[in-house]
């Protein structure tokens, strides 16, 4: 770099805030169109004639050459990356599995409770496997994403044939588990796999249609439980899986409008915006709520039960609701359902008041 002032920093710092052009206006570096824009050690560094303490960082003045956004490199694909792109935290979805059983106090057995826990394993797999599709599809409209371009393909930190291997092995794993458990689970299991990835292809541009397979495949997941604690689920549990899911769905497509997500990134969304999201989400928790309030005092519950006092769960189930409006209309915090559920405290306390209250009452 050629220096206007002398070897002292103040000389080098009035130099590059010219730009990269010298005090007579001439270029500093006449065959780059980049700027350097150096931290305040390398300046020093540059000033007493010393190296600088690492390569310095190159800004193009006008943008990429090719006009598109850069992919987010890093190293080569590592275990983090790959932990990253099957996403191990969404697996708590796969807990729905579970819920006939926890429902079912006298299904209770060591048999029931293995294949249940088989069962989420397997889904949680074939699930992983999806988002590995999902991601390898939106690979490039992720990189002009603000968030989504740090995903492993997106940023090309995983190459895409390590991918389809962790992929394919995913998805040998999940449906190998899944039909030395039974063949019927197989095909649900099977089913789900194939609706996500219609989904990931092709139905996620539709609008509604997107959140109704989402909803769809947490059905999936309770009927596939049901099968394997050997149970028969009510019609008002489905009802609510339904419900629950299709606002955590809702929840989701509102989360990409407030963080002003580009229709290219998802077509879906010119058939939403925030004050149809806001009321659909609205009414969902309030059905959700009545559904609750019917199942705890049906005939046929209290009898599986063998309570009438599960009612006294509704309470917590109210708070949860309120709470969540509270959080998406008053503090204005959007985002997935699920993250929300994680990290907001007075969510946590009410969800685990409820499973307490409700533990209590169906098992002791």
Known sequence: MQQCDGPTEAGVARCLQKKG?????RPCHPKESAVILPDRDSVRAIAEGRPTPAPLPRIHKDGPPDGKAPAVTGSPSSLRDLLTLIRPHQWVKNGFVAIPLLLTPWAWTWGAAVFTALGIVAFSFTASAVYIMNDYLDREADRRHPKKRHRPLAAERVPIPVAFLAMGILLAMGFGLAISISGPFAGILALYFGLNIAYS??????????????????????EAGAMLAAVVTTSWITIMIGL????????????DLVSNMSLSHRPSLAGYNQAFLSSAMTAVLGALLAAYLIYTTDAE???????????????????????????????KRTGDPTRIALTDRFLQGTIGAWALCFGFLVYF
């Open 21 to 25: 052009r010298d005090c007579s206006g």
């Open 201 to 222: 292809v092709k139905l996620k541009h539709v609008a509604i249609l997107d959140v109704l397979i989402i909803a769809t495949g947490f059905v999936l997941r309770v």
């Open 244 to 255: 629950l899911a299709l606002f955590i769905a809702l929840g989701k497509r509102h989360d």
């Open 301 to 331: 519950t209290q009898a599986r039960m063998q309570t009438e006092q599960l009612f006294y769960t509704a309470p917590f189930v109210a708070a949860g609701v309120m709470r969540y409006l509270q959080l998406m209309f008053v503090e």
